[in-house]
Nanobody, 122 residues
Framework: VQLQASGGGLVEAGDSLRLSCVAS????????MGWFRQAPGKEREFVAG????????HYEDSVKGRFTISRDNAKNTVYLQMNSLKPEDTAVYYC????????????????WGQGTEVTVSS
């Protein structure tokens, strides 16, 4: 599986962005999908995850109520809608695919995209 993330950019605090991640292959619906982020000098951290058919979603506490993860299995695409962005959301955002496990753990994911950079100015 190859993952291609896009949609990042430079925005102001309070703005919105929608990230997209397109997966290659025919088995997209068999993977859980996640979004992680890594700020400069910090470890990669979980942001949001979604189950195979989208019936279950999970969020890191700081993004709950602001970010929404969704997927379209017909388009092999997972999205991250980010609203009310804050400067502390500035990071490189990565999408990831895994066969299953605990959404929050990096080890649950096997395939990673190249990352898309999000910068939020104050």
């Amino acid at each position: 599986v190859q993952l291609q993330a896009s949609g990042g950019g430079l925005v102001e605090a309070g703005d919105s962005l929608r990230l997209s991640c397109v997966a290659s292959g025919r088995t997209f619906s068999s993977y859980i999908m996640g979004w992680f982020r890594q700020a400069p000098g910090k470890e990669r951290e979980f942001v949001a995850g979604i189950s195979w058919r989208g019936g279950s979603t999970h969020y890191e506490d700081s993004v709950k109520g602001r970010f929404t993860i969704s997927r379209d299995n017909a388009k092999n695409t997972v999205y991250l809608q980010m609203n009310s962005l804050k400067p502390e959301d500035t990071a490189v955002y990565y999408c990831a695919a895994g066969s299953g496990g605990t959404f929050y753990y990096i080890s649950a994911y096997t395939y990673w995209g190249q990352g898309t950079e999000v910068t939020v100015s104050s």
